[in-house]
């Protein structure tokens, strides 16, 4: 018999080197995450990347990458959904210190948040806009549902606004997914090199856009 909390083989499960089997699991699906980020969102991206190349840039075997993920694509989705949990924060962090402000300045506090987010890191930003589209039905199903939850977020804030008397009460909903589908265009361009433009003139034009898009346009 052994005294409590000696190093164990690895492959029993056991505390090795004062960590715990999870703890490893979880190292070591952190490693592999940061090197996808970094292979997925800059070269040779996701198309271009391979079981061995991820797993040379992580420091980990072919052997530790399948106890983890089933394939590529499965690192992808879950890369996928961190970026919009991140955003998700972000902009849930923004509404709450813009609380107090008029309608005009919350929505520009909200989206600066949400561009912010997306936008400090490069790879994050090709991931959520480049590299996850058209990879297959599940991820675009996956991609979808993400997109519905902006929309929902969107629409929300649209209907407490209403209700304090900042805009005219109605359905937002056609309004908050031509925004969300014009937002995700406007940044997989940006993303692409399709136009030159800076953070602050992306964000003049989308504020504009989503104001423009819950307002009723004026009589003339």
């Not at 690895?10 to 996808?36: I, K, N």
């Not at 989206?111 to 936008?119: E, S």
């Not at 990879?135 to 977020?153: G, H, N």
């Amino acid at each position: 018999m052994g005294r409590a909390g000696r190093n164990e083989d690895p492959a029993a499960g056991g505390v090795y080197r004062g960590r715990s089997a999870q703890e490893r699991r979880a190292e070591r699906r952190e490693r592999f995450l940061a090197a996808a980020l970094a292979q997925f969102g800059d070269r040779p991206g996701y198309r271009h990347a391979s079981v061995a190349g991820l797993c040379e840039a992580a420091g980990l075997s072919t052997r530790q990458f399948y106890e983890e993920f089933r394939n590529l694509e499965e690192v992808l989705a879950r890369l996928h959904l961190l970026v919009n949990e991140h955003k998700e924060r972000a902009v849930l962090h923004a509404l709450a210190g813009a609380a107090a402000l008029p309608f005009d300045q919350r929505v520009a506090a909200v989206l600066r948040g949400y561009i912010t987010a997306v936008t400090e890191d490069p790879r994050r930003l090709r991931i959520a806009f480049v590299e996850i589209v058209g990879v297959s039905e599940e991820l675009e199903r996956q991609r979808l549902v993400r997109r519905a939850r902006w929309v929902d977020l969107l629409v929300a804030e649209a209907d407490r606004a209403a209700a304090c008397g900042e805009l005219a009460p109605r359905d937002f909903r056609i309004a908050a997914t031509a925004f969300i589908g014009a937002v995700n265009g406007l940044l997989h361009d940006w993303t692409a090199g399709q136009f030159d433009a800076t953070l602050d003139q992306v964000l003049a034009e989308l504020t504009t856009l989503l104001l423009g898009a819950v307002r009723p346009p004026s009589p003339r």
